[in-house]
Structure formats: C-alpha cells, structure tokens
C-alpha cells in the first residue's frame, strides 16, 4: 500500500486548492480513506473520510460546506476539493487508508492511531 499527496502550496484566504493522493497496492472500495491535518504545534486531526464501497464520506465541523472529498476509481485517485480558505486551515495535509473492517466508519476521523498507511504529506499554506 503506498499513498502520495501533491496539490499543496500557497493560497490567500478565500482562494481554493485541490489536494491529491495517489493510491496503489489496495482497492479504493475496500478501504476507509481519510485526509488529515497537522498545523504547527498542534495534534494531527482527522478532518474528512470516504468509504468509497458505500458512497458515504463525512466532515468535520470545520471544513464541512467548504471541503469536498473525492474519488477517481479508474485512476486510483482521492481528492480533496478545499474552497473559502482560511489562514486556520494551514497545515501540512495527509491521506490515511486502512481497510474498512479496520476502521469503523463513525470513527474514520478519530481513530487517528488505527491507520497503518500514510502518505508523506502536503503543505497548505493559507494567507490572511
């Protein structure tokens, strides 16, 4: 299992950037995806998941209406659409996979531990 991030970069607030991860070794429909977020000084937090099988996602309160998750099957692809940045969202991004009789669907965003797959990350900077 491998998964790679690109999309970061630099943005002012309000601006929008899609993140990718490319995901080889698995298939996107047996595995719980998840992106998460580590700003400076803070703990890694779990912001959106997708169970690409039964076409659920979830989102955290915070990027919920502004934060799109995706998946390209055919390309073995996850997306994360970020609209209406905001300087908070600065992070560094990454994608997490593990398969679904893992990771329970109601704690994709929490069980932050539980993952064995990551990717290297992404930086997002947001300026204000």
């Known amino acids: 299992v491998q998964l790679v991030e690109s999309g970061g970069g630099l943005v002012h607030a309000g601006g929008s950037l899609r993140l990718s991860c490319a995901a080889s070794?698995?298939?996107?429909?047996?595995?719980?995806i998840s992106w998460f977020r580590q700003a400076p000084g803070k703990e890694r937090e779990g912001i959106s998941c997708?169970?690409?099988?039964?076409?659920?996602?979830y989102y955290v309160d915070s990027v919920k209406g502004r934060f799109t998750m995706s998946t390209d099957n055919a390309k073995k692809m996850v997306y994360l659409q970020m609209n209406s940045l905001e300087p908070e969202d600065t992070a560094v991004y990454y994608c997490?996979?593990?398969?679904?009789?893992?990771?329970?669907?109601?704690?994709?965003?929490?069980?932050?531990?539980?993952?064995?797959?990551w990717g290297q990350g992404t930086q997002v900077t947001v300026s204000s």
């Open positions: 070794g698995f298939t996107l429909d047996d595995y719980i």
């Open positions: 997708i169970s690409n099988g039964n076409g659920m996602t």
């Open positions: 997490a996979a593990d398969p679904s009789f893992v990771i329970p669907f109601k704690r994709c965003v929490s069980d932050t531990f539980e993952y064995d797959y």
